[in-house]
T-cell receptor, first 112, second 114 residues
Framework: DQQVKQNSPSLSVQEGRISILNCDYT??????FLWYKKYPAEGPTFLIS?????DKNEDGRFTVFLNKSAKHLSLHIVPSQPGDSAVYFC???????????FGAGTRLTVKP | DAGITQSPRHKVTETGTPVTLRCHQT?????MYWYRQDPGHGLRLIHY?????DTDKGEVSDGYSVSRSKTEDFLLTLESATSSQTSVYFC???????WGYGYTFGSGTRLTVV
């Protein structure tokens, strides 16, 4: 039962343009959401998070948007850079719960 | 990441043999986790620990056991390895529950069961 879904396995964008990665979840009890970036042969690294009391969180070029009614979140990267090419995982959790659920990942390729 | 190391990085083992993977941290974090990554599934939690000798099951715990006798070490054991356990295994650490913290992951162990 995949409670966190990333329906786009891959995304390709041009350098300097916006990258938008999408994530849907089914469990309405999730109240904390995270994005991780993963390079080949490395572990995932934490990128940005958002709690359910907010609908937007920004950190430099990265912005996460949360639409609770649609159970949807998205990660915007502006402007995209070739170094952003990686697999991005969306994750979700409940307050004080250690079982963080991950999506299957989206491979982002940023072309120079 | 310098604060967390996994060993071995790669292992090939035969079906039916026991296998132990090690996670070592130098951050003195309370929580440690074992995940497996498989295509189409993302990362799935196997077991986690919230202190020395305190562990609990995750989403895919069948066929796995864990032990934590010291704060810095978290061991994952495949009691009798099967081909379905071929995967990349990641250890993660955090100072608290996921709320407010992003986990720090190790570089992974690629396990192949033949």
């Amino acid at each position: 039962d995949q409670q966190v879904k990333q329906n786009s396995p891959s995304l390709s964008v041009q350098e300097g343009r916006i990258s938008i990665l999408n994530c849907d979840y089914t469990n309405s009890m999730f109240d904390y959401f995270l994005w991780y970036k993963k390079y080949p042969a490395e572990g995932p690294t934490f990128l940005i998070s958002i709690s359910s009391i907010k609908d937007k969180n920004e950190d430099g070029r990265f912005t996460v948007f949360l639409n609770k009614s649609a159970k949807h979140l998205s990660l915007h990267i502006v402007p995209s850079q070739p170094g952003d090419s990686a697999v991005y995982f969306c994750a979700a959790s409940m307050y004080n719960n250690n079982d963080m659920r991950f999506g299957a990942g989206t491979r982002l390729t940023v072309k120079p | 990441d310098a604060g967390i190391t996994q060993s071995p990085r790669h292992k090939v083992t035969e079906t039916g043999t026991p296998v132990t993977l090690r996670c070592h941290q130098t951050e003195n974090h309370r929580y440690m986790y074992w995940y497996r990554q498989d295509p189409g599934h993302g990362l799935r939690l196997i077991h986690y620990s919230y202190g020395v000798k305190d562990t609990d099951k995750g989403e895919v715990s069948d066929g796995y056991s864990v032990s934590r006798s010291k704060t810095e070490d978290f061991l994952l054991t495949l009691e009798s390895a099967t081909s379905s356990q071929t995967s990349v295994y990641f250890c993660a650490i955090s100072p608290g529950t996921v709320w407010g913290y992003g986990y720090t992951f190790g570089s992974g162990t690629r396990l192949t069961v033949v």
